[in-house]
């Protein structure tokens, strides 16, 4: 193979470690399938029909805190990898946190490779950042983001 | 070309040759040659077809059938030998082929007219389209979707059943079940003539002769058979058949249906409006014969320029040397993927016919992270489930990669995508042994 700056600057170590590991993934078919949840907790699907990504996120609050993220989800190794590494980032996070965390990770991805992804801001999830120079991926990983978002917006209405 | 080579079989330096009359081809992607192994999904137009169009623009374009100035006969006559060529291409009457804007238009006029022959007060001859309770669309579990979805909407609107045929692990089409569910109530039969995933070629003759014995329609999809291989409807003996110009070195927006002419002249027309009528009162319309019935409104004129000049392309090329040539170059490609540590290639096994694509599945590798490690390499494939989501399930997968050649693929690009596939599954650090 010949180097590809590009396609190696997204698939690092720490994202192919993270699609293997696929923190959080542990949310199983039944509570997949559920409709009702308890108060405090959020769950969202998203589904991209293009490559067939799938995800199913389960995220609860205690307070203002976030408690924890579970999801199912099955895909390439940017939408895993991205679950996994948001699952691991969100955990503890106050509500407010997590809602900046994904706005800040969404100019990233939108940016067409034009934003440096700051380890500061976004963590392990700057990671990604290589992501946003291929435009047909960052849906990828904005899967288990946008899954997060509305989870997080249910789990934190009364 | 002289007459030597014309009738030689295609081999890597005729290719080369042929490769000149596509510039697109010739170009860089991702620092080396680009290596575009997507012509199933859409194919690269040679000059002589560009060409064709932009004479078109230049020195006829009117409004054909309508009008009486020299300039609308001269863009009338382009037309309609574009319909000659096109139909003779297919071994189709003339005026039994009519343009669609592509293959799934194609299919979806047909199920619509189904339709219409099926509700309200139709003629007698109409009424053989008809479909209502208890009769059955029959089409096969290999189907693109565009050959699965209309025939879906067609049995929900009219009340029909639909039933499909199943196939076995290796996606080959199980014939003793097609004997069992093609029966008394079969209205009609859809399948694919060429799989886009699979490559097989199914086994027309068979299938049209189940239809024939209980007298249900046959509509073939040709998408995947008219640009490869020789195609003659006549021989075939379906009732109609299907195609897009975009797959065969023409532009977009152009396809075209081929029915039989008796067919033809009694089916309701889907699409209704000016150019398709003789005589319209207030209350009601009398139309057209084929093909005429079929074409309301502007048609794509150009485009059918274009295709008939891609016709001429693959005609004076050879339809027997771009269907052997594509053999060979998919025999090397299932070979050559087969012998890869953790690819499973779908469909027909090694020595089997196929057409020039294979489909496979990299172990442990998502299709989409496949088809970005070879575009890094310049390497242009199809990822997905390229429109056949229940061909996929029943093969225990939900995405594949799909390389498909056409007559302006050489085996060094085969054997390029061959040795780009092994490096996959050690780049994303998957199997025992070749770990970095």
Redesign the interface.
């Known amino acids: 193979?010949?180097p590809?700056s590009?396609?190696d600057a997204?698939?690092q170590e720490i994202i192919?470690d993270h699609a293997?590991l696929r923190s959080g993934s542990d949310l199983s078919a039944e509570e997949a399938a559920e409709t009702s949840y308890d108060a405090g907790c959020g769950q969202v699907h998203q589904l991209n029909p293009?490559?067939?990504?799938e995800i199913t996120l389960r995220l609860s609050v205690d307070g203002n805190t976030v408690e924890s993220i579970h999801w199912l989800g099955?895909?390439?190794?940017?939408s895993m990898a991205s679950a996994s590494i948001l699952a691991q980032e969100a955990k503890g996070m106050t509500v407010e946190e997590l809602r900046t965390l994904i706005g800040q990770f969404r100019e990233v991805m939108r940016s067409r490779g034009s934003m440096v992804a700051d380890e500061e801001v976004l963590g392990d999830a700057a990671a990604l950042g290589g992501v946003s120079k291929?435009p047909a991926?960052v849906k990828?990983a904005m899967l288990a983001w946008v899954a997060a978002e509305g989870a997080l917006a249910q789990a934190s209405t009364p | 070309m002289d007459a030597v080579h014309e009738s030689a079989p295609l081999d890597d330096a005729a290719v080369r040759r042929i490769r000149n009359d596509f510039p697109v081809l010739s170009q860089q992607m991702?620092g080396?040659d680009l290596i575009y192994l997507d012509s199933g999904a859409t194919s690269q137009n040679p000059i002589s077809v560009m060409e064709a169009e932009q004479e078109f623009y230049e020195q006829r374009n009117a409004a054909v059938h309508r009008g009486a100035h020299s300039l609308a006969a001269e863009a009338t006559d382009a037309f309609e030998d574009a319909r000659t060529t096109v139909a003779g291409f297919v071994g189709a009457g003339e005026d039994e082929l009519f343009w669609t804007s592509n293959a799934t238009a194609g299919l979806n006029l047909l199920a619509y007219s189904f339709s219409n022959a099926s509700v309200g007060t139709v003629s007698a001859e109409a009424a053989r389209f008809a479909l209502g309770p208890g009769d059955e669309v029959v089409v096969t579990e290999m189907e693109h979707h565009a050959n699965l979805i209309p025939w879906q909407e067609l049995c929900r609107r009219t009340g029909a059943t639909l039933k499909f045929i199943p196939v076995d692990d290796d996606g080959a089409l199980r014939l003793e079940e097609a004997a069992v569910l093609i029966g008394p109530r079969t209205k009609v039969l859809a399948f694919t003539h060429a799989s886009n995933v699979l490559g097989i070629i199914n086994p027309v003759a068979v299938l049209v002769a189940l239809a024939r014995e209980v007298g249900a329609l046959v509509v073939l999809d040709a998408c995947q058979s008219a640009p490869h291989l020789p195609l003659d409807v006549k021989a075939l003996d379906v009732d109609f058949a299907v195609f897009s110009g975009h797959k065969m070195l023409a532009p977009t927006g152009i396809g075209a249906v081929y029915g039989r002419a008796e067919l033809l002249n009694a089916m309701p027309p889907f699409l209704t409006g000016g150019s398709m009528i003789t005589t319209v009162t207030m209350e009601a319309a009398e139309y057209l014969p084929s093909p005429a019935r079929f074409e309301a409104g502007t048609q794509p004129v150009s485009q059918a320029v274009a295709l008939a000049s891609a016709v001429d392309y693959l005609r004076e090329t050879g339809m027997d040397r771009v269907h052997a040539w594509e053999s060979t170059l998919g025999q090397r490609l299932v070979a050559g993927l087969s012998a890869i540590d953790g690819i499973r290639v779908l469909g027909p096994k090694p020595g089997v016919e196929r057409t020039g694509l294979a489909a496979f599945h990299v172990e442990g590798?998502?299709?989409?992270?496949v088809g970005?490690?070879l575009d890094?390499?310049g390497i242009a494939v199809r990822?997905?489930?390229h429109c056949a989501q229940p061909l996929h399930r029943r093969l225990g997968l939900?995405?594949s990669t799909r390389a498909s050649t056409y007559l302006y693929n050489t085996t060094d690009e085969v054997d390029a995508l061959l040795e780009?596939v092994a490096?996959i599954r050690p780049?994303?650090?998957v199997g025992t042994g070749k770990e970095q």
Do not use: P, W
């Open positions: 193979m010949q590809n590009a396609m997204m698939y192919l293997k293009v490559c067939g990504d099955d895909g390439c190794s940017i291929f991926r990828c | 991702a080396r590798v998502h299709a989409h992270d970005q490690y890094a390499q990822v997905g489930h939900t995405a780009a490096e780049y994303f650090r």
